[in-house]
């Protein structure tokens, strides 16, 4: 067996401009080439297209050497920064990068989703991600500098590399989990992992790149979904069933990890799914999985592989792991040879509970709003039930849960030494673990009979986004730890 590395809506707009990359082939997103806001097209942008030898000027200096490919937001060229080596010079770019010339706005949604693009890649700081060195948005021509990857994009290279092995299939997970992960940290979705927006690194390893249909995990979704912005639709193939309903109130941290697992698939089976619209599944025709499964295709299919990435091809979002966080222990429990991770634990908890066992708890809820919460429809997906002594989340735990507690006790063990018992009703444990996916520093063990709520990633934001008096409890909560805690260090 194969181990893992250790480690189309009707108007869809996508940037699709590659980053430094060679033979980018025109139109490679074939339905992606129109834009809102009033970046004008695809022959006005040649029009004002840079030629071998211009010198572009931002806070550096940049000969334009040659293009390397063109997309929907215009052309990227490979260039010389003239100020590399310069006397004197600080933090400047390297020899050569990647100019990614564009169309300039026409009016504030098309800059501002131009700045969007660039913020995106300024909040992101991770080596599976192509560093942003320079930029300028004012002037004739409109660019930005970027990393330059000369090995190419996955969509390149595939006619070259054919089906991709077991073990690179895992490298690819790791290394795309590990930048979507970074971006979500930063509250940045991505929203069009694709193999075109994939780069070779040189050295076996991957690069994500082109946050252009990126936006605030958040922020952006009164605008998207009042219909003022036409973004985040991805490409048809490898954008998740959420992103065809256009549905941008779906979208989410598991959204990504669509992306991510149709890529993996992609690569795995060798089929496009950009041009192989009829592999695609639906809920309507009664499918539990948006493809079918990779064994059934490619016969050598490892099961751990084809467990790891059809989890984050399920239709239904929220049997997708809840976050990078997930995906990466899951892959890292494969490499050890173990892994029952807290959502295995959870999932065959909440069979063992009834919905009257439920309603009692929640009767004996004193805080009326964890009350009032606690009675939404479906809420009762979350709880789950801990008898004395049992272990909620262990010490080192990488799987990715958030714990509220609603009844009962736990006991905080380090290193099995107690070190502190929690027994307010609606006090979190593990949220930062949970949403920075470190891995736990303390173990949580039942105090007598216990009822708590598990949040993965993706529904424990959802949860504060709904309600934002829970948000600032946990503000108040990490607030009152820090400032009772033992004293930090100075810088």
Known sequence: MAAPPEIASANPVSPTVLLGHEGFGEDLTLDCTATAGGIRGRDAADLRAPQPGDELQARFRYQVLRRLGRGGFGSVFLARCLDSAAPGATNTPPKLVALKVMARPDDPQARNSLKRELAALLAVNHDRIPKLYDWNIDGETCFAAIQYFPAGSLADAWPFLGRLSAEQTWRLLSDLTQAIGAAHRASVLHLDVKPSNVLLDGNGGYVLTDFGVSHSSRMSKGLLHQGQLSIGLGTRGYRAPEQATAKVQNFDLRTDLWGVGATAWALFTGIDLNKRHDVLRTREQGNVF????????????????????????????????????????????????????????????????????????????????????????????????????????????????????????????????????????GTFLGAISTLTAATREASLVAIGTTWCCLFNEAELEQLVTCNPAVAVRMVRTMADRIATGPPRPRA
Not at 369 to 376: P, V
């Open 290 to 425: 948006g493809l079918q499964a990779m064994s059934d295709i490619a016969l050598d299919c490892p099961p751990p592989l084809e467990e790891v990435v059809m989890g984050m091809l399920y239709i239904d979002p929220t049997r997708r792991p809840g976050g990078t966080g997930e995906v990466l222990a899951q892959i890292r429990a494969i490499a050890s040879g173990f892994g029952l991770d807290t959502a295995t634990i959870a999932s065959a908890r909440r069979s063992q509970i009834t919905l009257e066992e439920i309603k009692g708890v929640i009767e004996g809820l004193v805080d009326p709003l964890w009350a009032s919460i606690c009675r939404g429809p479906g809420f009762d997906r979350y709880f789950v039930k801990f008898e004395d002594g049992e272990v909620i989340t262990s010490l080192r735990d990488t799987a990715q849960h958030t714990v509220l507690l609603l009844s009962g006790a736990v006991s905080v063990d380090v290193n099995n030494k107690e070190v502190a018992q929690e027994a307010r009703e």
